[in-house]
């Protein structure tokens, strides 16, 4: 049997979840990388999910400034947008959330995030958390708890839809329901929760009562990969 859970708000990451920023953060990456001498092919894993200066922190290079190398990278992903594409199905999806809470939650900083959601062609979110919105980025779950008050709700009372293991740290961590985009995965990764290729894995049916269904179930699928939620129907003024 699926077990249904009703959610008040969708919560997203961006990068690697609607849409895909590789081709764009490789190149800017990895030119750094080889400029600090790093094996580029096994510093490049390392970058994604959460925040830039974190990413140089820990690395703890002699005579590198983490804030000042990452506005250097945040300005230079800023202005490269060439090759960044929704995640199959995103737009669809965001379309049909366009009636309810949802939030986009990322450990870009604002303009990053604005810039390669408006390259990949998505609407902008009602409400974007960035990484100046949180003193604690992923896996920390600060981020999607203040999502969740600023769409007057509580985290647990979410789906939040990631694709990096830090993310997905960060949701199980606000108690929310974790639903796992893989299309930007190399390699299986092992997570716990139900994934999904792409959006076009989820079908999306509005009720008569206003409500949203998520529901991702089919054929031969172990009951671990099942999901299904509704959406409160949204409270009009």
Known sequence: MMTTRPVDAVLLDMDGTILNS????ERIWGSWAADHGLDVEAFLPTIHGVQSVETIRRLGLSGVDPLVEAARITQA???DVEGIDAIAGAAEFLAALADYPWAIVTSAP?????NRIRAAGLPMPPLLIAAEDVEHGKPAPDCFHLAAERLATTADRCLVLEDSVAGVH???????VVLVVTETHHAPMDFR???????????????TDGTLSITRAAGDLPTSQWISCVLRAP???
């Open 193 to 207: 929760h139900p994934a999904i290729l792409d959006y076009r894995d989820l079908a999306i049916e509005r009720g």
């Open 170 to 176: 960060a949701a199980e961590a606000s108690g929310a």
């Open 235 to 237: 409270i009009l003024d």
């Open 110 to 114: 604002r303009n990053l995030a604005v």
């Open 22 to 25: 590789i081709r764009s953060a």
């Open 77 to 79: 992903e800023t202005e």
